[in-house]
């Protein structure tokens, strides 16, 4: 089920053009109308990220915001929403009385993938809520570095969306909650740090590379919102194929498993030539399989919790 296209929306992202590319004393910097200035300076060039790009444009991120509800669900056709645009909002089934909940994927995923259906439903059924899906699957089809570098385009946009929400119909961003999987874990922490007051961000597996021992303003931590809650389940070395945080980073972190190789996951070893290159995700397509297994235990733990009658436990531990 894709999105259309009409005629506004292209016009909305032909008029988020650069701004400007310029060099300061630090690095480059790049300017996108409404979303404001990007550097790779430190603490986005580091040790930990000698990799950092400058993210894309707004047109070749390609963002979309697709709203379900109790009265339009994952079953019927999603509902467009996009900062500025009133006839949207007043035809969609938006109601700023409940609460909202964002879902956002990560690297070479999209908001069409049967996990996020899942995980919508599970929502729209343990609350009346509005859930706003984060498609940005242009931007995370480049390569791992660009794609990670595309993140922040993302949570500007997303914020802008989110304040634009606020001026219109006073929904609350203190009351909102953002469910991000791997790099849109790191793109919610960057919401709610430009936010400052987000209600609560569950990180499912925070993408470890290029974020791993970062600065806190390059990934996700427990000031981006009021309560952060993570769940580890793939925080092995990168070098051994672990794709998720091993660090702590959250108010609350949970680790399944030890939060590294999960059960049925198996321990396959794969060669380091896939990482080459900038970690090209074409590469690691091939793979993804076996590559995602445990990356991907944090969203089916996640969704199972919501309405399962089972209690999940868990027990505090030092790391």
């Keep these: 089920m894709e999105p259309s296209c009409t005629s506004g929306l292209w016009w909305v992202a032909l008029v988020l053009v650069v701004t400007t590319t310029r060099v300061n004393a630090q690095g480059l910097e790049v300017c996108y109308n409404g979303l404001g200035c990007f550097s ?45 645009r009133d006839d949207l909002l007043e035809n969609s089934t938006f109601n700023e009385r ?4 964002f879902i956002i994927h990560g690297f070479q995923s999209n908001g069409h993938t049967s996990w996020v259906y899942d995980l919508t439903d599970e929502l729209l059924i343990e609350g009346d809520y509005n859930v706003i899906v984060v498609d940005w699957k242009d931007g995370a089809s480049r390569s791992y570095t660009q794609a990670a570098a595309n993140t922040r385009v993302v949570a500007a946009e997303t914020e802008r969306l989110i304040r634009y929400l ?15 999987h791997s790099l849109g874990a790191h793109t ?19 993408a470890e590379p ?19 809650d993570i769940i580890h389940t793939d925080g092995s070395s990168i070098l051994t ?25 198996g321990t396959e070893s794969i060669p380091s030539k896939i990482f080459s290159d900038g970690f090209q995700g074409e590469k690691l397509c091939s793979a993804k399989g076996a590559l995602s297994c445990s990356h991907s235990r944090a969203i089916e733990l ?13 027990y505090p531990c030092s790391r």
């Design 98 to 101: 409940k609460k909202t909940k």
């Design 210 to 228: 290029l974020f791993e021992n970062s600065d806190p303003l390059v990934r996700i931590d427990p000031t981006d919102a009021a309560f952060v």
């Design 166 to 180: 606020n001026n219109r119909t006073r929904a609350d961003w203190t009351q909102m909650h953002i469910i991000g």
């Design 188 to 206: 919610a922490g960057y919401v709610g740090h430009r936010l400052g007051s987000l209600g609560r961000i569950t990180g499912l597996d925070p």
């Design 302 to 314: 996640f969704t199972e919790s919501i309405n399962s009658p089972c209690q999940f436990t868990a």
């Design 241 to 265: 194929v672990g794709f998720g945080l091993d660090q702590p980073v959250g108010d609350v972190d949970f680790y399944p498993e030890g939060g590294a190789r999960q059960p049925g996951c």
């Design 40 to 84: 790779n300076a430190a603490p986005f060039f580091s040790a930990q990220r000698p990799l950092s790009l400058l993210p894309q444009s707004p047109a070749d991120v390609g963002t979309t915001f697709g709203l379900f509800t109790r009265e339009n669900p994952t079953t019927g056709k999603r509902e467009t929403l996009l900062a500025e």
